[in-house]
């Protein structure tokens, strides 16, 4: 074909035939002579005799995209162009950036993108290159068949913002009396604020929801003993210093439907997934959209991913194909996820034309779906031969291709995602295939419904959907912001008032408003129930064959495992103690929590609200709050001499372990296990007092120091008093013998700043007037970052080259941690009533855990805390305490393992007999615990999971989350 393609070429007489093969099989990476000619109106064997021989003309820019292909070709020009996209097909272009061919190329890499990410979630590193190689890049590849040694992140197939925890609106306040405003701030950008007011126990809880043209923003928190007011609230979502004056309240009941199809707009519950049908050798679009009859494979695949319905009369969702006149085929695929309804658009169910070689009525379809599935009938060389170059569609943002493999019954899949498609989950780890097919259904799900979420925040559909909220909010503040539908807020008036009217004659009047707007909110939420609207279709309102499917339970790398229930105490403070079990502490002293065995109590100091324990060194610190007449200390113990020791310590025992200066301290930070000592940061007043451990780990053998290790090395002095401080260590860059630079991290009111510990020589980081919560300190590929959270966000700063601070990414919360724990590929946030998994590369909410009078205990090998919620009991759905509300709730202790979270291990660890896990007879790496008789020296502590071992070579990845996770990462 190739030669009988140049015999129709002219040749000028200038060049020879062997000449011009010659500069034909050389110029491999010049563009289709077809594309240039549709953009250029000439033929394509025009385009190719001009390209071939215009040496100095720069290759011109691929317009194929742009415009419809002609039905009239030649039988030679068809030839050329199967010819071109085959060879097209060879190109390097497509392989990873770490392989031979594209190092040839010599491809401008830009490492603003994590190693992690880019080997997880795919690279797009080299799409920075020449321009021509930057537009056949486009796409981000994940694969099940890579090879590149990667950190065993566990791939958890999670929705990410699933919608029965993220329609707020829908679910909490619709038929419901709550409140709405609608203003407008200082740059006549209009607003609509929501709150709720929830009453648990006696306490008041609100939910806060802020319409935006950004989007919803939301937030849960629980009321103090005062009642709170609107600029409080403001507040928290950081929008009070953008107003000028406070919003109007709504009055009229009417704004509920309008709030309601704002939050339609974030999303849709209903999805249209394409399905491509290909056969061995197939890589054109018209190739593959001509196929007519199916295979066995393909029909077992088309049977895995849902159920055949007949369309005519069909009632359920329809994804926009016919059901009364048979106009888009007689049958499809429909099937329910996790509260969605997906219908597929099956190439080979459509209507096919012999006279339409394009197939337009099946381009139709599939051509406008986000996600596009290819079934590639053949081996893993046949799928890796698709490009999504060859499919002409610019609504289409991601392809998953997928084979099967009837060798060892395994399922292949490789996705291809627009380079600017934010990163998604699940990442794509079986590197043999999946062999469990409902595993790989699910796989495959979440990954193209999370694909198509992730597709909205492209500019393309984000400046659409901005531009529906604009038109929304501003037809709200024409029809409620001015007349008698609304009023003035007033400036002190509390939520608790309710929506009532000042004055004995406006009661009666009063009431009947509130059952007016209470009715219009159910009758709203009554008939989206009926009509089966997204968001709102419920197990109950479906067939007994159309049941969805129940979301899984128990699976979920974060779900707590029991480890002590039913405590009649109140835990505060706590850690964990390798070998031996828990350290927690209460008002009414200290408990060693052993695996086996009974409380037992070594602690009479009270209250002890802060405790850390390095099994390395054999020594605990611990800082006392003040009561009574005894002030606030921290204190320095011996684990040994606690362990062995038959007698209660108290206070007059305790004496001579105490820091003098630390007296009237608030709180403490300890330096990373992964630092190169143990150092301690006390905060006096507005004073930060910095201690030095002297002993090396060797030599705790030969000493019985308590606070006479810790020598004084600097004191700092500041105008606000610090809130939050965290130890941080930076070593110069391509030094590494130097000694490292000690760093203090500290927030308070006005904003967080670095100091350096030597040379008190201090750099602000971020300026913003808040109430800082937590700081921590994060190394990824060998550059320091830092995760400062305040109110209700995440900020990630980066470390730039010119020693700047850069914000690298953001995380909105739905409530207000007090910690928030990174472990790649999740982040979690622990307030005061929930726990918020959300996704580490791209902030999506994963799930939301409501504990009442949750407690944070430790982190340092697992992850434990306390609440009063049995988590595993028949009341999965109850957000209150389980005890009576006069009777003093009994407490439990809950773990998530880091095998889990952070992988290596995960998958081990997670076969393993729920009852034995539950039992807490394994550590964090999977081996039993057992108890030791001293700890008061390294050879007799267990190795811990986290703490860094061996040089470079021994780390896939340097990657260090606060020193806080395994050794994978």
């Not at 720069?58 to 415009?67: A, L, Q």
């Not at 609100?206 to 003993?225: E, M, N």
């Not at 997934?273 to 393909?298: C, H, R, T, W």
Request: charged share 25%.
């Amino acid at each position: 074909t190739r030669q009988r393609l140049l015999s129709l070429v002219p040749q000028p007489p200038s060049i020879s035939r062997e000449d011009a093969s010659d500069l034909e099989s050389e110029n491999g990476d010049c563009k289709s002579p077809a594309s240039n000619a549709e953009a250029d109106g000439t033929s394509p064997m025009d385009s190719l005799h001009s390209e071939m021989f215009d040496k100095d003309e720069s290759p011109k820019s691929c317009s194929r995209y742009g415009s419809r292909r002609a039905t009239d070709f030649s039988q030679a020009d068809n030839d050329l162009r199967r010819f071109l996209a085959s060879r097209k097909s060879k190109d390097t272009v497509y392989l990873d950036p770490g392989s031979p061919a594209t190092s040839t190329m010599d491809l401008k890499k830009e490492f603003n993108h994590s190693v992690i990410h880019r080997r997880i979630y795919g690279s797009v590193e080299a799409l920075e290159g020449e321009e021509r190689i930057q537009r056949n890049r486009r796409f981000r590849i994940e694969s099940s068949g890579e090879t590149e040694e990667c950190p065993d992140i566990p791939p958890t197939a999670v929705l990410e913002n699933p919608e029965h925890q993220t329609r707020w609106y829908y679910k909490y306040f619709l038929g419901k009396l709550h409140r709405n405003y609608v203003g407008q701030d200082a740059n006549k950008n209009i607003y609509i604020l929501s709150i709720l007011e929830e009453k648990s126990f006696g306490k008041s809880q609100y939910r806060a929801v802020l319409w935006t043209t950004q989007g919803p923003k939301r937030i849960r928190f629980r009321g103090q003993d005062k009642s709170i007011t609107l600029k409080q609230i403001l507040c928290k979502f950081s929008w009070f210093s953008k107003l000028d004056r406070l919003p109007r309240e709504v009055l009229s009941p009417n704004i509920q439907k309008d709030i309601l199809w704002l939050e339609k707009q974030e999303g849709s519950s209903s999805f249209k997934f394409g399905v491509i049908y290909a056969k061995p050798g197939q890589i054109m679009d018209d190739e593959l959209l001509s196929n007519q009859v199916e295979s066995d494979n393909f029909n077992n695949f088309l049977e895995l991913l849902g159920q055949r319905i007949r369309l005519k009369g069909w009632t359920r969702y329809k994804g926009g194909l016919d059901v009364k006149g048979d106009m888009t085929g007689e049958y499809s695929v429909y099937t329910r996820f996790e509260e969605h309804e997906i219908m597929y658009h099956v190439s080979t169910f459509l209507p096919y034309s012999i006279e339409d070689t394009q197939q337009v009525e099946r381009k139709r379809h599939i051509g406008n779906d986000i996600v596009n599935i290819i079934f590639v009938d053949g081996s893993r060389e046949d799928l890796s031969r698709f490009k999504p170059l060859f499919i002409k569609s610019q609504f289409t943002h991601v392809y998953a291709v997928v084979c099967y493999q009837p060798e060892d019954m395994s399922y292949h899949l490789t996705v291809y995602s627009e380079k600017s498609v934010p990163l998604y989950g699940p990442s794509i780890n079986y590197h043999n295939g999946f062999q469990d097919h409902q595993e790989f259904r699910r796989f495959l799900l979440v990954k193209c419904i999370n694909g198509e979420k992730a597709t909205y925040n492209t500019q393309v559909f984000a400046t659409k959907r901005e531009r529906t909220y604009q038109l929304l909010l501003n037809d709200s503040m024409e029809q409620y912001g001015v007349g008698e539908e609304s009023r003035p807020a007033k400036d002190r008036m509390s939520l608790s008032d309710g929506v009532s009217e000042s004055g004995r004659i406006y009661r009666r009047k009063d009431n009947s408003r509130k059952d007016v707007f209470v009715k219009v909110g159910q009758s709203l939420k009554l008939e989206n129930m009926v009509s089966g609207e997204p968001g709102s279709v419920t197990a109950g309102t479906l067939s007994r064959e159309q049941k969805p499917e129940k979301r899984s339970s128990g699976t979920k790398p974060w779900d707590p495992l029991s480890v002590h229930s039913s405590l009649q105490i109140e835990i505060i403070a706590g850690d964990s103690w390798t070998g031996v079990g828990l350290l927690v502490t209460a008002k009414e002293g200290g408990w060693i929590l052993r695996q086996n065995g009974p409380p037992e109590k070594v602690l009479s100091l009270a209250p002890i609200v802060q405790v850390n324990i390095m099994e390395s060194l054999g020594i605990m610190v611990f800082r006392t709050e003040k009561a009574c007449k005894d002030i606030s200390q921290v204190y320095v113990y011996r684990l040994s001499e606690l362990e062995t020791n038959n007698k209660i310590l108290g206070r007059d025992e305790l004496r001579e372990h105490g820091l003098e200066l630390s007296k009237g301290c608030a709180g403490y930070s300890v330096s990373s296990r992964e630092h190169s000592g143990l150092r301690l940061a006390i905060t006096v007043g507005r004073r930060i007092l910095v201690y030095s451990w002297t002993h090396a780990e060797e030599w705790m053998d030969f000493t019985a120091d308590t606070i006479q290790g810790f020598q004084l090395i600097q004191e700092l002095n500041f105008l606000e008093q610090p809130l939050v401080v965290t130890l941080i260590e930076r070593k110069p860059k391509g030094d590494r013998s130097a000694e490292e630079d000690i760093s203090l991290a500290v927030g308070s009111r006005k904003g967080f700043e670095i100091i350096e510990v030597n040379s008190g020589q201090r750099q602000e980081i971020l300026t913003v007037e808040c109430e800082p919560s937590d700081i921590k300190e994060i190394w990824e590929d060998e550059r320091e970052e830092l995760l400062i959270t305040h109110s209700c966000t995440s900020l990630l700063l980066r470390a730039e080259e010119k020693g700047t601070w850069g914000v690298h990414r953001e995380i909105q919360w739905n409530c207000q941690p007090k910690q928030v724990i990174p472990a790649f590929s999740y982040t979690l946030a622990f307030s005061p009533d929930t726990v918020e998994v959300r996704s580490t590369i791209n902030g999506s909410l994963l799930q939301t855990l409501n504990l009442p009078k949750l407690s944070l205990i430790a982190n340092k090998d697992d992850i434990y805390f306390t609440t009063t919620k049995m988590i595993h009991n028949l009341r999965k759905n109850c957000d209150m305490e389980p005890m009576s509300k006069f009777c003093d709730p009994l407490y439990n202790i809950y773990r998530i393992p880091w095998a889990l979270l952070a992988g290596q291990t995960a998958r081990s660890f997670a076969s393993m007999d729920r009852n034995s896990q539950e039992a807490g007879l394994f550590s964090a790496n999977g081996q039993a615990l057992g108890s030791t008789s001293s700890l008061g020296s390294k050879q007799a502590t267990p190795a811990s999971p986290n703490t860094a071992q061996g040089g470079e070579s021994e780390r896939i990845s340097s990657i260090r989350w606060g020193g806080e996770v395994s050794n994978s990462l």
